[in-house]
């Protein structure tokens, strides 16, 4: 089993930068992919960033340009960085992890404040 535990989030001015941690343990060696998530209140759960075991990553439209996730395999951590926050990008990050038979694991979430 894995856990993930994520880290990073806080209240934050519009127009600056955070980064997010999430540390892996357990059975890792099995996860083929990782990424974050996040969701509003009242809103569903969406896809900020993903990236593979191979280091490929992905963003969705809406967030292209403004988030870069990253890894360090040696600590078994995923980074997401956002820069020029805005209101909107207000919410309980989550981290996630994919792997085979159907893993799909979530983090506990960390909060991200975005004040005007």
């Known amino acids: 089993q894995v856990q993930l535990v994520e880290s990073g989030g806080g209240l934050v001015q519009a127009g600056g930068s955070l980064r997010l941690s999430c540390v892996a343990s357990?059975?890792?060696?099995?996860?083929?992919?990782m990424g974050w998530y996040r969701q509003a209140p009242g809103k569903q759960r969406e896809l900020v960033a993903g990236?593979?075991?191979?280091?490929?990553?992905n963003y969705p439209d809406s967030v292209k340009g403004r988030v870069t996730i990253s890894r360090d395999n040696a600590k078994n951590t995923i980074y997401l960085r956002i820069n020029n926050l805005k209101a909107e990008d207000t919410a309980t990050y989550y981290c996630?992890?994919?792997?085979?038979?159907?893993?799909?694991?979530w983090g506990q979430g960390t909060l991200v404040i975005v004040s005007s």
């Open positions: 996630n992890a994919k792997g085979p038979y159907g893993m799909d694991m």
């Open positions: 357990g059975t890792i060696l099995g996860i083929n992919e």
């Open positions: 990236i593979s075991s191979g280091g490929t990553t």
